[in-house]
């Protein structure tokens, strides 16, 4: 097999923990399967020499910035590579521009282009395990670049694409995917399997594991991903799709998303482009306008809810009261999203009476509802936010 | 103008001082030169690195480790090109690759073949700055390399052969080169002119200023050499060729050389190829053989002296052990070599005469003497050292 293994920022966080990461490269080595590794800068690396550059400039020049960040993966490919060949696991470390990763001339948030995979196919062939240092690239006129936050996980999807390989492991701190956030249902199951789409809405809804870009690139590369932790041999969670996954359970998780705000405007004018001007505003101020109900208004005025992120909230509000587009605006600040993801829902009815009629015993209000073909998402007080999950967790028997 | 400016790892060791670095590099193009910076790692960051890597192997692979140590130079080549472009000084940061500076394929000392201008004299005429990564090219075969220790020094010197600059400045911690080691002599004074040779020689007799590898490429790119401090406004010392210094003193310095220990072989066998043997094995064993003095002998042996620096004297002794080339070896580590250097004594006679007559005059007995056409040295007792420069430094009237 041809394995591309990705470590982030804490799996390479000392050099202990790069001991550890070059153990099992080696172990997998020895297997026979051949071996790519992407990885992260130690963590905390990144950051510090962000700190510097703010140290001189509140708006650094980003052809620098991306030299600078870039460094920090270096160290680790470079540091990993060496501790491999001590093992008789013979090892290039390879940056970017060697692994043949070129990007756009977006500096700081570089889209990949393609892959040119000579060269990795030429070390391979000569048994060597290749180690990438994640995040970043080359331009096409040869510049370096970054590929922003979660660039390291792009970097090895990426190259796992190219290369086709047989799986593509990103290794974090955390077992896998799991039902529900542990930390408020314990009973939360880690999941063998999941597919793309529900990843996309878990990600989404506030799961840290991975990023969206990151599995909607796997998803279009069709690889097949695998979340799992550096610090222990559990199997994790295999992300890939649909058709792969054999058993669709009805819902595969339970998310609640704390950082929510609702803004709602009574007594819109019901008239054509309104609702554009709206969203077309808070777009430009860069805000991720999530759930949107409009209802049906009388006397020619309308009324429009949405929700933003919580942080987000300030800006929106701003760029609302100087375009006044309603006789009265409310934020509420008050709410979460609680969200019910799963495939199996494609092909089942009732799976969202279910969640209503739980939220119904529980004595819970929904104040919002919004659904999509895999999912339910409804917005709650944000008292109810933790009791919400659990009874939706066991009302559809995740933790069996 | 154009100005080529090197600061090493002291004068960009912290952040406040990167910024003292880009003030004097505004205010030097706010002059109207066109300005090259070439920068070291932040100091301590090397030997970091180093450390991280030997914990992981005793002997780590050198590709991995070119690429693990220039990062350091991108870092603080990143930063203040950060910093300039902040005070309206419009910089960009090459790494050595991009500064066009090719080298051969032996990593971690590495020498440079050619340097490409192309990109930096496109820059030059759009009127930025470039701020170089120090330390560091690519092989001809595009791997990262770097030029070993001193090496900033030497893309420096390089560069401004290259871009036929009017001026290498050195930034260190120290004013420039002095007649003799202030912390001996109080009265020691700063030189305004030196010449390539007589710098070589102070170099090689332990003035810490500059390595005679950068030095040697200045004088063969003709290249006007300036160290001086990067923690104030002395105006340093210009480090040229001969004819370019009208003045010449008779004595330009006195050096001090701790570092040796003499070894005495008595009774070798006078024979062709005898020294040959012995020194082709030091040698091997790389072993800097400095001082070399055989006498007349008679009964068909002769005896030879030499002097080896004192932190090889124990390799050096092994090696002759094995060797065996004479009756009788001795070894003496309580010396020390001083010198006294100037080209002015290439046209004057009695300058040797006055050394021999200083170390008289203070009963210094001299144990060995070996000139060259600017320098004289001898061999003391340790004891009589720094006695000894104090000596000559007034003899030759170097405090005036």
Chains 1, 2 share one sequence.
């Not at 409009?294 to 509000?317: C, K, Y």
Request: charged share 25%; glycine share 8%.
């Amino acid at each position: 097999m041809l394995i591309v293994q990705k470590y982030g920022g804490t799996s390479v966080g000392t050099l202990e923990r790069i001991e550890a990461v070059a153990q099992r490269v080696a172990k997998t080595r020895a297997e026979g399967h051949d071996v790519v590794v992407v990885v992260s800068a130690m963590s905390g690396e990144t950051n510090k020499l962000i700190e510097y550059a703010e140290y001189f400039s509140k708006n650094p020049k980003q052809r620098e910035m991306d030299m600078l960040l870039s460094s920090g993966e270096r160290v680790t490919s470079a540091l990993l590579a060496i501790a491999l060949t001590e093992k008789n696991c013979p090892a290039v470390a390879f940056s970017g521009r060697q692994a043949g990763i070129v990007t756009d001339e977006v500096h700081t948030k570089a889209r990949i282009d393609h892959i040119d995979t000579k060269r990795m196919k030429e070390d391979l062939k000569a048994g060597n395990v290749i180690v990438v240092a994640g995040f970043q690239g080359v331009t096409l006129s040869g510049e370096v670049s970054t590929l922003g936050r979660g660039g390291s996980d792009l970097s090895a999807v990426a190259v796992a694409g190219a290369l086709e390989a047989d799986v593509c492991e990103i290794y974090t701190d955390v077992d896998g995917v799991y039902t529900t956030d542990p930390r408020i249902e314990p009973k939360a199951k880690k999941l063998d399997k999941i597919s793309y789409e529900e990843m996309l809405e878990l990600a989404s809804l506030g799961a840290k594991v991975l990023q969206n870009r990151s599995v909607e690139l796997a998803k279009k590369l069709n690889v097949n991903l695998v979340t799992r932790s550096s610090f222990n041999d559990n199997p994790g969670t295999l992300i890939t799709k649909e058709e792969n996954i054999m058993e669709q359970p009805l819902v595969s998780g339970v998310a609640l998303d704390r950082n929510q705000a609702r803004i709602t405007l009574r007594g819109v004018t019901d008239k054509p482009g309104i609702a554009a001007e709206i969203f077309t505003t808070l777009a430009n101020c860069n805000i991720n306008v999530d759930m949107i109900i409009q209802n049906v208004g009388h006397d020619g005025t309308t009324n429009l809810g949405f929700t933003v992120p919580e942080n987000e909230l300030g800006i929106a509000r701003k760029a609302i009261d100087e375009l006044q587009p309603a006789n009265t605006v409310e934020y509420d600040s008050e709410i979460v999203k609680v969200s019910v993801v799963g495939v199996g829902m494609k092909s089942h009815s009732g799976v969202a009476s279910r969640a209503f009629q739980t939220m119904a015993d529980e004595g819970i209000n929904i104040e919002m509802i919004s659904t999509s073909e895999i999912k339910i998402s409804m917005v709650v007080h944000r008292k109810y936010g933790e009791l919400a999950v659990r009874a939706l967790h066991k009302a559809y028997g995740l933790e069996e």
